[in-house]
């Protein structure tokens, strides 16, 4: 069995500040963990992820997440806030062996930039 | 240009009308998936199927309807449509369920609305 909670449905920052996104998991079995990203009016795109190698991940637009075992957690930051950014961010789970590989989504946190 | 292509981007329709939202993707992917997206709640996985031929149900796929006769098309049919059905529908597709560090491709969304 798997679950993601992604801390906080909305998230907001001032142009130029600390992006952090919170995401936590439980899965049974080593997992993969994904962000994705929801620019209004479209789909979700991968923003980035975790697939066993290096524990921190680099993606696209500047973000990055580091995967810590201990904390169970996959948090996802950017060092300086855009605009641009403003976007609803998933965070999901697919277990890497046995069992169901199907991905487990996070409910979503909105990231609202302000100027 | 790799993709997945959902039409209609937006649809409303009355109680009872059967509709069909179509969904095709060019990238040879096996795995494809339904999701409806609803506030506060997140992705919901309404049917999925491994290949060809090959479906299965997802979390809440009560009042829906799929099929795989071909590799790249995974419509999702609503028989007897109900306003709890308006919502914004996602359709995505995966290498393989089995290459669980692959991510998803997601379509731009079809947003629903039963009267």
């Known amino acids: 069995a798997q679950s993601v909670t992604q801390l906080g449905s909305h998230v907001s920052v001032s142009e130029g500040a600390l992006v952090l996104l919170r995401c936590n998991y439980s899965?049974?079995?080593?997992?993969?963990l994904f962000w994705y990203v929801q620019y209004p009016n479209q789909g979700l795109q991968l923003l980035l992820k975790?697939?066993?190698?290096?524990?921190l991940v680099k993606g696209i637009n500047g973000f990055e997440a580091e995967f810590k075992k201990s904390e169970t957690s996959f948090h996802l930051t950017k060092p300086s806030a855009h605009m641009s950014d403003a976007a609803e961010y998933f965070c999901?789970?697919?277990?890497?062996?046995?069992?169901?590989?199907?991905?487990?989504f996070g409910r979503g946190t909105s990231l609202i930039v302000h100027p | 240009e790799a993709q997945v292509t959902q039409n209609p981007r937006y649809l409303i329709t009355v109680t009872g009308k059967k509709l069909t939202v179509t969904c095709s993707q060019n990238?040879?992917?096996?795995?494809m998936s339904w999701y409806r997206q609803d506030p506060g709640l997140g992705l919901r996985q309404i049917y999925y199927?491994?290949?060809?031929?090959?479906?299965d149900k997802g979390d809440v796929p009560e009042g829906y309807k799929v099929s795989r006769k071909e590799k790249r098309n995974f419509p999702l049919i609503l028989e007897s449509p109900s306003p709890n059905q308006t919502s914004l529908y996602f359709c995505?597709?995966?290498?393989?369920?089995?290459?669980?560090?692959?991510?998803?491709?997601f379509g731009s969304g079809t947003r629903l609305t039963v009267v």
């Open positions: 995505a597709s995966s290498l393989s369920l089995a290459a669980a560090n692959y991510g998803y491709t």
């Open positions: 899965s049974s079995v080593p997992p993969y």
């Open positions: 990238m040879n992917h096996e795995y």
């Open positions: 999901a789970v697919r277990p890497a062996s046995g069992g169901s590989y199907i991905p487990t």
């Open positions: 199927s491994m290949n060809v031929e090959v479906t």
């Open positions: 975790y697939t066993s190698a290096a524990t």
